[in-house]
């Protein structure tokens, strides 16, 4: 991957399960579309009682998962994978807000980026800004909200 100068969100625009859909996601780009891996870098999912770990720890909560390595070129939107990183909120922010909890901590894993990569706030993107059919990271999702606090 070449230095990365954007970061990218999207929404998995799917319901969350709340026991990890995060490998069902990686399953279907991998199975389904072939891919070698699912195309984000990051994701983050709300990681509930029915799953197994979430039961060890007794306690729910958002996770960040680790997707693609980050010298791997992303698969996450066309025409800027070799210079983004991929981040997919689990579940449909077109129906609804992010939850409080995962907003945060998509605050915190992008600010970590920024820093790490010295990527501008203004080089945060959602998907829907390089792709007119993609509503992502969610109709409900205030890009300009979320920038502003970084």
Same mark, same amino acid.
């Given at each position: ?11 998995? &625009? ?14 279907? +780009?991998?199975?389904? &579309? !072939? ?5 984000? +870098? ?7 009682? *029915? *799953? ?7 306690? *729910?909560?958002?996770?960040? &998962? ?14 800027? *994978? ?12 077109? &129906? ?10 998509? %605050?915190? %894993? ?15 993107? !959602? ?10 990271? $969610?109709?409900?999702?205030?890009? $300009?909200?979320?920038?502003?606090? %970084?």
């Amino acid at each position: 991957m070449i230095k990365p100068e954007y970061i990218i969100l999207h929404h998995s &625009l799917t319901k969350d399960s709340g026991t990890v859909s995060w490998q069902a996601i990686r399953e279907y +780009h991998k199975q389904v &579309l !072939g891919w070698d891996d699912v195309g984000y +870098h990051f994701g983050i999912e709300y990681i509930g009682r *029915n *799953n197994h770990r979430a039961k060890v720890l007794r306690k *729910n909560h958002y996770e960040i &998962l680790t997707g693609r390595m980050m010298d791997k070129r992303g698969a996450h939107c066309r025409g800027m *994978n070799g210079k983004s990183i991929g981040i997919c909120l689990v579940g449909n922010f077109d &129906l609804k807000k992010p939850p409080f909890e995962m907003w945060m901590l998509s %605050l915190k %894993l992008v600010r970590s980026l920024c820093k790490i990569f010295n990527i501008p706030i203004k080089n945060v993107k !959602g998907h829907r800004e390089f792709a007119d059919y993609k509503t992502c990271p $969610g109709i409900s999702f205030s890009l $300009g909200k979320f920038r502003d606090q %970084l």
